[in-house]
């Protein structure tokens, strides 16, 4: 009978330790959520597929003098209504060794969407898919359209709006262009983080 | 012994049945679900005349009892000085805790919560919620889009359209933690902090799990 209750007694116990290992990596696994790239972060290189599957890393897209991140989308009013400004971004400042890459990190806008939505809008920079929005994880992306302009050495200056108007009749501040011609001349960027209205992106868990 | 077998079994069912949260928590929350029993009975639910003045005091579309939906009072533009004025609590009229909903007409997750954001104004107002709803469209959209929306939700919360140049400073004055997605949901208690906060569509139980804390705690 004593030898019954002391089975019991060390499988009782079992459980006990099973079930606060299980509490303490549940704990651990919310604690170890990755922070948000801050400005003055280097960024590391990442790898995401285009809209046709082809692999691309940040280290090949990257301008000689900087690049500029943008979190977009094929469905927010917001970001649809900077198509045209972002493409003229991407155009005028190529030349200038800033490359532009769009990142769609929706997971309700799937890769052939995306194609067709840049071929529609005339967004002729690359846009990458990020499945299962890691890389918008990785930057504590929130929302479309959302900017990360990084220097020639991938480090975080500027993150943020575009400019502070979605018609583009109302613009009085244009702050990525700022950030970037401040890059270009060798300056500081005055406004390192300024923020604006978006779409949330739409994560699988959201 | 066998006692002793079964407390660390019900310990080990326990363990696993907790909510993971670290030791502190577990102890703040504890003390708070303790407060919230004690609150629950001292609290009374307002009367008759409290609710209707609060009521009153509501200026938005009303259902008729035919279902019709009555004409909605205008939708009020806001600048940044009255939205500082409208998150400032602690003194009157702002001592009641306060639910600001942020959304769009264009924003379709803002679309889908609005019904649940109508009945939980419905549930809580007269509980002594201060609930305003404010929308990001153009100002354009004052009389037209907005106001059509919400006669559509027979929303009866105060409804305002932001209507500031630069946005910056309204994310930042609302939550430096926020980064202005949208819909966005804040409840400030009646000392003006936040103490729920949901970007996406809400999730209407944990929603009226921070309302009823934070009305129990008045």
């Not at chain 1, 005028?92 to 060794?97: K, M, P, T, V």
């Not at chain 2, 004025?85 to 909903?101: D, H, I, S, Y």
């Not at chain 2, 819909?183 to 729920?196: E, K, M, N, S, Y």
Request: proline share 6%; aromatic share 6%; hydrophobic share 45%.
């Amino acid at each position: 009978m004593k030898k019954q209750h002391a089975y019991t007694f060390a499988l009782a116990l079992s459980l006990c330790f099973v079930a606060m290992l299980a509490r303490t990596m549940r704990v651990c696994a919310a604690v170890e959520a990755p922070a948000p790239v801050a400005i003055g972060a280097t960024v590391a290189d990442f790898t995401l597929p285009d809209a046709d599957g082809a692999t691309h890393s940040l280290a090949a897209l990257k301008g000689k003098n900087g690049t500029v991140l943008i979190f977009v989308a094929t469905r927010c009013p917001v970001s649809n209504a900077y198509n045209e400004r972002m493409a003229k971004l991407a155009a005028d400042y190529q030349a200038r060794g800033v490359n532009v890459v769009g990142i769609n990190s929706n997971e309700t806008e799937p890769a052939a969407e995306v194609k067709t939505h840049a071929a529609e809008k005339q967004l002729t920079f690359p846009i990458l898919k990020d499945a299962g929005s890691k890389i918008a994880d990785r930057f504590g992306a929130q929302h479309t359209p959302e900017v990360y302009f990084l220097n020639a050495a991938n480090k975080l200056v500027y993150h943020g709006r575009i400019d502070n108007a979605q018609n583009p009749a109302n613009i009085t501040a244009n702050d990525l262009r700022d950030a970037i011609d401040a890059v270009l001349a060798g300056k500081p960027v005055a406004k390192t983080e300024v923020k604006a209205f978006g779409c949330s992106i739409k994560r699988a868990t959201s | 012994m066998t006692r002793a077998a079964l407390a660390l079994f019900l310990c080990a069912v326990n363990l696993v049945a907790a909510p993971a949260r670290p030791a502190l928590a577990d102890a703040a929350t504890t003390r708070a679900a303790v407060a919230d029993g004690v609150n629950r009975r001292k609290v009374r639910a307002p009367s008759k005349r409290k609710a209707a003045t609060i009521r009153r005091g509501r200026g938005s579309a009303q259902s008729s009892d035919f279902g019709e939906p009555l004409p909605t009072s205008p939708v009020s533009l806001l600048d940044g000085a009255g939205i500082k004025q409208l998150l400032a609590r602690g003194t009157p009229p702002n001592e009641r805790p306060l639910l600001v909903n942020f959304w769009a007409t264009w924003c379709e997750p803002c679309r889908l919560e609005f019904p649940d954001l109508v009945k939980i104004d419905a549930d809580y107002s007269a509980r002594g919620l201060q609930f305003v709803t404010i929308s990001i469209d153009d100002p354009a959209e004052l009389k037209t889009g907005v106001p059509k929306f919400l006669r559509a939700m027979r929303a009866r919360m105060p409804a305002y359209l932001l209507n500031v140049s630069d946005s910056d400073p309204v994310i930042n004055a609302v939550d430096p933690e926020w980064s202005g997605e949208l819909p966005a949901t804040f409840l400030f208690d009646r000392h003006g902090q936040i103490v729920f906060k949901h970007k996406g569509r809400i999730k209407p139980m944990d929603l009226r799990a921070a309302l009823d804390k934070v009305l129990n705690d008045q």
